[in-house]
């Protein structure tokens, strides 16, 4: 799965709105590889809750092979896996506040 590119549109999008003073290169380019990496995770994590409604959805034939609770484990996972989405994003949003590109970058 290539996330790349709309990553690199919406750091495009975000960017542009921070007060934080010009970075070193090698910060600059670490905070893009970090937000870069959050994308995916969070990209990943919407995935995997998608799949656990879909099998809710599917009924009792997909939930055959789950544990003794099924409804009360996908529900568990689920609301854990939004957490972790909802992690990722606070992370991804602080970290287009902190960042800036330099002055005549593109």
Sequence with gaps: MDCKLP?????????????APAQEPAAHEEMHEQMIDLFGTVELRLRQ???????????????????ENPISSLLKTGAARSREVIEGIDKILELARNHQHPSGGT
């Design 7 to 19: 990553t690199l549109a919406l750091l495009a999008v975000l960017a542009p709105a921070s007060p």
């Design 49 to 67: 809750i998608d799949k656990l409604l879909y099998d809710a959805a599917a009924g009792e034939a997909r939930l055959a092979s789950a544990p």
